[in-house]
């Protein structure tokens, strides 16, 4: 039996006939970009997470470079960011012209580690951003102090991390501003790209919502250079359609997580996430860490199982990066757990036997 990643077929078949309805609602109108249904998507998913607002746009790099442009980030300024996160996290600084600082991450969850936050921060900073990687929520309580006496903001990227929770509050709703991002494949998937800022501050949110528009608070007014990144109307539907069973999706994705872990403890050659204290993690990737791991990948994914990783090479080490002077040994936990992270099949509709089928085959490969 072929085992998915992440099965997006499975997951359109739930809302199958609620997407069409709302399409058909969509081309009747002909209401395309922005409009009801885009508004609506908006005011659902800030209440969802508890945000003041929720401004949708074109795709998760967008949304970060909006969030970052809204909070004063300006060409030559520092952003504090960890260095095993996916690239369009420092992409979005490096289009805005800013300088990504890269720093270390903790050894259990593999998050951004605090301590190196506080050495990383000069008078250049303008922002430092927390990755809740892995569906994680960063540690962004220990953060805030360090923002506040730099008088810094602290953008969150929560692209991973839609209904996670840390201490009571939900990732997109810790620091002055958040991005998410809606591609297929996040816990929360449009049909297509897409991407979305929240916020608790009304000037935040409206600055963004400019600046997507073209710079454009009415039609034909231009207060400030912007860009076009605006949240389509067949998305929204989308994504309508799949929040309103979020909490659900979440749900299962934690029981798959817990059978998982049940199911690993034997295997001693194998280290299985643990979930930080305080938080209820949404597990967007199930990421363990094993030894000889490119070996075993292959050996898994010949056998039909959709393993992968995030991400195999720490910012500092691509050919995109290199211009930062920044070698090998920089950050030596985020380079050892590059060589080692495994993420397992997980999704909401994954069944016992898939998971039992997956770790089975784990074991022939690594042991007990």
């Not at 923002?147 to 929560?158: K, L, M, N, W």
Request: contains cysteine.
């Amino acid at each position: 039996m072929s085992i998915p990643l992440v099965d997006l077929k499975a997951q359109q078949a739930e809302v199958d006939d609620e997407v069409r309805a709302g399409l058909d609602r969509v081309f009747a109108t002909t209401g395309f970009v922005g409009g009801a249904e885009v508004a609506r998507f908006e005011a659902e998913y800030a209440a969802f997470i508890g945000a003041g607002h929720c401004v949708g746009v074109g795709n998760g790099t967008d949304a970060l470079e909006l969030a970052l442009r809204a909070v004063g980030v300006r060409p030559g300024g520092e952003v504090v960011l960890p260095a095993n996160t996916f690239i369009a996290t420092a992409e979005a600084v490096s289009r805005i012209g800013a300088v990504p600082v890269l720093v270390d991450v903790d050894e259990e969850h593999l998050l951004i580690d605090p301590g190196a936050v506080e050495h990383a921060v000069t008078r250049r900073t303008q922002a430092i951003v927390p990755v809740h990687l892995f569906g994680q929520v960063a540690p962004v309580e220990r953060l805030t102090g360090l923002a506040e006496a730099a008088g810094v903001p602290i953008v969150e990227d929560a692209a991973q991390a839609q209904g996670a929770v840390r201490h009571g509050r939900n990732a997109g709703t810790l620091g002055a501003i958040a991005a998410t991002s809606f591609y297929p494949g996040k816990n929360l998937g449009a049909a297509g790209d897409a991407g979305g800022v929240t916020t608790d501050d009304a000037d935040l949110a409206a600055r963004v919502r400019v600046m997507a528009a073209h710079g454009s608070p009415t039609k034909y007014v231009h207060d400030v250079i912007g860009m076009n990144s605006r949240l389509d109307a067949i998305q929204a539907v989308v994504l309508r359609a799949k929040l309103a069973r979020l909490e659900k999706w979440n749900e299962l994705r934690r029981d798959a997580a817990q059978r998982y872990a049940a199911l690993l403890e034997d295997l001693h050659d194998v280290r299985p996430p643990n979930q930080a204290r305080g938080n209820v993690d949404v597990w967007h990737l199930y990421v363990i860490r094993v030894a000889d791991r490119d070996r075993v990948l292959a050996a898994l994914n010949e056998a039909g199982i959709g393993a992968g990783i995030h991400y195999p090479t720490p910012m500092h080490l691509t050919r995109a990066y290199a211009g930062l002077g920044l070698s090998a040994g920089a950050f030596p936990v985020a380079e050892r757990a590059a060589t080692e992270i495994l993420s397992l099949p997980i999704f909401p509709q994954i069944t016992v036997e898939q998971q039992e089928q997956v770790v089975t085959c784990l074991a022939g490969l690594v042991g007990s």
